[in-house]
């Protein structure tokens, strides 16, 4: 393999006239270095984002917890599965990641068809992990009502009891009350109430949300349930901080755009492999090995990812 | 491939994927455990948990850059123009912290002045503006 390696040097120089200073800077072809240096200045903007949620979690009272927010799976139910989902998630993108390697393992070997096999599975795994994360999207949106300007999710900052159940209807006597502690994780529901009855939402009508009129004239509005607190406090739910929505959609819409972009680009490559284009070239797929940089550093940003939004 | 077999770095390969999903696990664990998730009424300080779930998170990254990237194979130089750059960022995670928590710390100051009088808080604000000027004004 090492003889290999000098040879494919040698036949870089001829090729390229090494960057046309007679020797190549760094041992490494123009396109690969700047490909590492793209994914820094990309790790910088990724960074950003992340240094930002950091700040903003740190200036709130409150911050959504992530095992309540993120306990859904499909086809799951009201079955509760915190971080279940996106540990799959994690492993599918761990896997497309290994798959990433072996492609581009077998393109220095001069493996056509290993490679289109590898590349094909690593496409899969990416559309898959697209997938999960449409779905996750979807269940945020539309079941959970969370959005970029409205967060549902929030947490107790002292600990009480409710005052009325999950539809904001007072509790009937002889009924158990739900009591909380400060630190526990709540959704704001919403609710369809056809008869505009006086409820909690209404009494805060104009803050954030006054409910959408609809065309059969009901009434959708967010049940915002009153709890007393162990001091003897009358209060009301209030949303979480609205930051956390648009965190959540803006960083993870971020990455999911360059997982998308990474599957476009690694299709274009594989339809070029297939084609036989890259056997020509005589240099170990190097184009692969460039796309697969891309998908590991896909992988790698994930990581972070994964940490701050649904770890800590 | 730098100096590896090819039969050697498929076995990296696999190592790697077992070695990855096992600190995933890990990471969860610690994240459900410490919450009291799995075992009833245990729960672990975040003092603890926060560091083990980050530095095991900095592990999976530093065996995706090294391994999966071939940081590893490439000369010394192309190794420190990518990793130094990344040196900046120490920085920013302190200062930008730090703003945060004071802008937390500012929230119960800022509730406070709110709720004092108008006069009184128009007083505050334009010694806090203008030190120089508040003489005459006053």
Known sequence: MATDTIAQDDLHLENSDAWDGAKQPFKASYGKLMMWYFLVSDAFTFAGFLIAYGAIRFSMPSWPVPDFVFKTFPFGGHTEGPLLFVTFMTFVLIISSVTMVRAVQEGHRENQRGVVFWMFLTVIGGASFLACQAWE?????????????????????????????????????????????????????KGHHGHGGDHAGEAHGGEAHAGEAHADGTH??????????????????????????????????????????????????????????????????????????????VDLVWVFVFLVFYLL | MGNLSYEESKK??????????????????????????????????????????????????????????????????????????????????????????????????????????????????????????????F
């Open chain 1, 220 to 297: 959708d509005d967010w049940i915002k349930r009153r709890y007393m607190t162990e001091g003897g406090e009358l209060k009301q739910q209030e949303f979480g901080p609205k930051a956390f929505g648009a965190l959540f959609f803006f960083i993870t819409g971020f990455h999911g755009f360059h997982v998308f972009s990474g599957v476009v680009f690694l299709l274009i490559i594989l339809i070029n492999v297939a084609s036989g284009l890259y056997v020509k070239r005589k240099n170990g797929y190097e184009m692969v090995e460039k796309i697969g940089l891309y998908w590991h550093f």
């Open chain 2, 12 to 137: 990296v390969v696999y190592k790697g994927l077992g070695l990855l999903a096992l600190i995933t696990i890990l990471e969860v664990a610690v994240a459900l455990i410490g919450n009291g998730h799995i075992i009833n009424g245990f729960e672990l300080p975040r003092i603890i948990m926060y560091p083990l779930m980050i530095g095991m998170s900095v592990y999976k990254a530093y065996f995706i850059i090294y391994e999966f990237m071939h940081l590893t194979y490439e000369v010394q130089g192309m190794r420190m123009s990518i990793l130094l750059p990344t040196l900046l960022l120490v920085w920013g995670i302190i200062a930008f912290f730090q703003e945060g928590g004071s802008w937390f710390k500012r929230r119960d100051q800022i509730k406070q002045k709110n709720e004092k009088p108008a006069e009184e808080s128009i007083k505050v604000i334009g010694m806090h503006a203008h030190p120089s000027t508040t003489k005459e004004l």
């Open chain 1, 137 to 189: 999207w979807t269940n945020l949106i539309s079941v959970e009502h969370m959005s970029v300007t409205t967060n549902p999710f929030g947490t107790h900052v002292e600990a009480g009891t409710y005052l009325d159940d999950a539809h904001g209807v007072p509790y009937a006597d002889g009924v158990e009350k739900e009591t909380f502690v400060a630190g526990d994780g709540y959704l704001i529901h």
